[in-house]
């Protein structure tokens, strides 16, 4: 049956139905709703869990990561500044292995302080070894969440993510959305089993130093289970679909590109918008089609290349920058498809909060089409 | 002393820290007290790097390393998933003077605010010596390291020691107490009465680092005597914010201290700095009357 509610409460309510036992997290705009949502559901005997109202983001990873590797299942959420706060915690959750499963809703980072939309938080820990999964709509990101944890506790991955969704667009969106039952989403998540844990009873040491001697070895085992994330994922969005009706398997997931000249990519929320932008121009005539990137950690580099085999022309929309040298999703993009003879432009879009309506996406498809890109769209020259 | 001597060792020998390291000893005694049923929570620092280079570790009781300054925010997050699991560990933060009163201070006020049940003992040497001697908030004044060196124009750090046991005691911190290596039956009853005092607890223990602070190996623990004989460093408790219990002294002039260490060799050499040393021997002064540790001479009026 669907609801209709607020983006936040629905992955509240799946957050939830995961059954963590540690709750840690700090207010910020636009992710609060989510953890005031939690904080509600233990304070109403809901939820059977710890919940730690720590003093900063910084602490919330780290009391995180604290007790996941004491043995439980654990939760935060956070955006932008929160999250650059913990860019520390990121990478050393990563490399110690601790399943961590946290929501980003996106925003924007300063300078200037901007509390609004885009993709820069998350996209800037994309070296930290956490795997990076974007939703289109609200239904997607609650459903991600119960992904996420069968992928992350799985043990040939044990690796944190990020489950992405757009800040304000999404987080702050009411939507239809279907909530599975408790019994459900147990039938699909089993309770958390830790490869390892800080045990009195059989004591470990976590979080040795590691000499020039180990230490590659160490990274290379985390990349190798980025890419095994890759299968994991396909296994868990297909049986979620078996259970649910609703199919992830698909890490990129491509629209009326069968026999479309030209492509649009991006993540997130800006695709609902890009489709029906399609829609349009495939009425007028035009043959053009949407690549949607679902999981952008592990970057699925071949699937990516195997999507848009048939197009001649690639526009990416980047809702980041990575500062003197162009978009990240781009740059990943052309790399994706080097050696091929398309033609990939980059487009800078949707900073800061900046609307994106159906009229801008064609307008990108033009210019893509008369060899315009690797650029900002839509920059307002005269405040410049 | 015999009874510290007892019992098993959970800190292994053949270790990389210095010979002669206060912080070692600080250690061993640690577990001594705590036993098997004991989590730790370590912060960067000498402790952590001498104790467990990958793939070995010198830790017979769980250990977790994360960062250089959230080893109490790691501790929360430990605790809380004990107390979900209906575990008995107790859960040990250590965290040397550089994470714990300066780098570290976020997390560790975090926590104490909150009530965690966690023992937090800062190992305290007086300067960031894992990183090659820097100035920490816990170096004393007049002290000469790497980065507040005496020179032409300065007479080495320029303030005192963060009050930290104050600081806590302020967040409503039911146990606080202050230890010496010098006096380990004292530090390992402390550590007990702290892990089984509910709520979070603070121990800061003086251990003396022969290489920061130049002097030989073999000179550590008389080193820790000596700041405890002299009232520049003082072992007390406070109970609920109040101190209840200092240790007394027949108290020595600072200077038989001081001119023991390289740290202060420049306020002896090449020329006597009288003034540094009389501020030092007034900020001895003043824990003496702060603490009251001072034993009255027989036949001294009062």
Known sequence: ??????????????????????????????????????????????????????????????????????????????????????????????????????????????????????????????????????????????DLHMIAYKVCEDHDILLPAFVCFDGFILSHTYE??????????????????????????????????????????????????????????????????????????????????????????????????????????????????????????????????????????????????????????????????????QAVYDYIIALGGRDVRKRDIAAVVDLAEKGKGDMFYGLRTEVL | MAEVEQGCELLSAGHRACGGCGPALAARLLLKATGKNVIIAAATGCMEVFSTPYPETAWGVPWIHSLFENNAAVASGIEASLKKQGRSEKVVCIGGDGSTLDIGVLCISGAFERGHDITYICYDNEAYMNTGIQRSGATPYGASTTTSPAGKCSLGNQHQKKDMPRILAAHGAPYVATASIAYPNDFVQKVERAINTPGPCYIQVHTPCCTGWGFESGETLSMAKLAIETGLWVNYEMVDGEVVKAKKVMRKPVEEYLAKQKRFRHLFKPTRQDGVIANIQAIADANAERFGIDIKRKGSSE
């Open chain 1, 176 to 341: 239809p959305v279907a909530l599975p039952t408790q019994e459900e989403v147990d039938a699909y998540l089993p309770a958390f089993n830790p490869y390892q844990r800080l045990d009195a009873e059989a004591p470990l040491s976590f979080g040795m130093y590691a000499t020039p001697e180990y230490y590659t070895e160490f990274r290379y085992e985390i990349d190798q289970a980025q890419y095994r994330a890759k299968e994991a994922f396909v296994k868990a969005g297909r049986e979620f679909g078996e259970q649910f009706g609703r199919d992830y398997s698909a890490l990129v997931e491509g629209y009326r590109l069968d026999d479309a000249d030209t492509a649009l990519v991006a993540m997130g929320s800006i695709c609902g918008t890009a489709k029906d932008a399609v829609d349009e121009m495939r009425d007028a005539g035009k043959k053009v089609g949407l690549l949607n990137i679902r999981m952008f950690r592990p970057f699925p580099a071949p699937e990516i290349a195997d999507a848009l085999k048939g197009v001649s022309t690639v526009a990416v929309l980047d809702k980041n920058i990575s500062l003197g040298s162009g978009g990240a999703v781009g740059t990943e993009v052309k790399a994706a498809l080097s050696g091929s003879n």
């Open chain 1, 1 to 142: 049956m669907l609801e209709f509610m607020e983006g936040s409460h629905a992955v509240a309510e799946i957050v939830k139905r995961c059954r963590p036992q540690v709750i840690a997290a700090y207010p910020i705009t636009p992710q609060t709703h989510i953890v005031e949502d939690l904080a509600q559901m233990v304070a109403n005997c809901e939820l059977d869990a710890e919940y730690i109202t720590v003093e900063s983001e910084f602490s919330a990873l780290s009391a995180c990561l604290g007790a996941s590797a004491a043995g439980s299942r654990v939760y935060s959420a956070t955006t932008s500044q929160g999250l650059a706060l913990m860019f520390e915690v990121c990478f050393n959750a990563a490399g110690m292995r601790q399943p961590i499963v946290m929501t980003i809703a996106n925003r924007s980072l300063g300078a200037p302080l901007s509390i609004w939309n885009d993709q820069q938080d998350s996209i800037s820990l994309r070296d930290s070894g956490w795997l990076q999964f974007y939703a289109e709509d609200n239904q997607e990101a609650a």
